[in-house]
C-alpha cells in the first residue's frame, strides 16, 4: 500500500494564480482532511470530509475549496493565491470504526507552496 | 475554542535519558488525543492514540497518558536514543460540530549521542 501520497511535493505560484492539490489514499479510509503548517502555528484543519461527495470546513477555510468526487481522492484548490497562502500542506485520512471513535490519522508527505 | 499547548517548546537530552514530553488543551470534550512524531521535511506518524475513557498506551519505549479533567497528557520517552530526535506533537479530536482536530505547536526533542 502507497497510504497517503500528495501531489505535486514543491509549487511556486504567483498571487492571483491558481492551482489544484491533489491528495490520494489507498487504505479505503472514509474521513480526510486538508491541514496547513506554519512556523509557530501548528497544523490548522482547512477543509474534511466524511465520506464521498461530502466536505465541511476546518478551522481556517478561506480562499480554499476541495472536492471528494471519489473517496480515494481529496483536491485542495486555491483560486487565487495570496502570499498569506504560502505554506506546507498535509493530507491525511483516517478511519472509525462503527459504533466507537478509534481512529488514527495517517499523513501524506506533505506539498511546499510558495506564493510571490 | 480549543487550544493545545506544548511545553517545553525545545528540548535537549542525552543519550540514555528518559525525558517527558508535555500537552495541554484548554476543553476537556475530547473523543480522543493522538501523539505524533514529525521528521524534517516530512509528514507526521502517529506514535501513540489515548481514547477519552483510557488513563494511558504504551508501545515499546513510549508511554502516553492522559488526565481529560485536567486537561494533560504526557509522553515518556525511556532511554531516548539520537533516533528519537524529531519533533513531537500531540493533537485532540473534539465533540464539538464537526468533530474537528486540533494540534499543539510541538517540541523539538534532541537526543545528543
Known amino acids: 500500500n502507497a497510504g497517503v501520497t500528495q501531489t505535486p511535493k514543491f509549487r511556486v505560484l504567483k498571487t492571483g494564480q491558481s492551482m489544484t492539490l491533489l491528495c490520494a489514499q489507498d487504505?479505503?479510509?472514509?474521513?480526510m482532511y486538508w491541514y496547513r503548517q506554519d512556523p509557530g502555528m501548528g497544523l490548522r484543519l482547512i477543509h474534511y470530509?466524511?465520506?464521498?461527495?461530502?466536505?465541511a470546513k476546518g478551522e481556517v477555510p478561506d480562499g480554499y475549496n476541495v472536492s471528494r468526487l471519489k473517496k480515494q481522492n481529496f483536491l485542495l484548490g486555491l483560486e487565487s493565491a495570496a502570499p498569506s497562502q504560502t505554506s506546507v500542506y498535509f493530507c491525511?485520512?483516517?478511519?472509525?470504526?462503527?459504533?466507537?471513535?478509534?481512529?488514527?490519522?495517517?499523513f501524506g508527505p506533505g506539498t511546499r507552496l510558495l506564493v510571490l | 475554542k480549543q487550544e493545545v499547548t506544548q511545553i517545553p517548546a525545545a528540548l535537549s537530552v542525552p543519550e540514555g535519558e528518559n525525558l517527558v514530553l508535555n500537552c495541554s488543551f484548554t476543553?476537556?470534550?475530547?473523543?480522543?488525543l493522538q501523539w505524533f512524531r514529525q521528521d524534517p521535511g516530512k509528514g507526521l506518524t502517529s506514535l501513540l492514540l489515548?481514547?477519552?475513557?483510557?488513563r494511558e498506551q504504551t508501545s515499546g519505549r513510549l508511554n502516553a497518558s492522559l488526565d481529560k479533567s485536567s486537561g494533560r497528557s504526557t509522553l515518556y520517552i525511556a532511554a531516548s536514543q539520537p533516533g528519537d530526535s524529531a519533533t513531537y506533537l500531540c493533537?485532540?479530536?473534539?465533540?464539538?460540530?464537526?468533530?474537528?482536530?486540533?494540534f499543539g505547536t510541538g517540541t523539538s526533542l534532541t537526543v545528543i549521542p
Open positions: 491525511a485520512s483516517s478511519y472509525s470504526i462503527p459504533g466507537l471513535v478509534i481512529e488514527t490519522q495517517y
Open positions: 487504505m479505503n479510509h472514509e474521513y
Open positions: 470530509s466524511v465520506g464521498e461527495g461530502t466536505t
Open positions: 476543553d476537556s470534550a475530547i473523543y480522543n
Open positions: 489515548i481514547q477519552s475513557s483510557q
Open positions: 493533537a485532540v479530536r473534539h465533540y464539538e460540530a464537526g468533530n474537528q482536530f486540533y
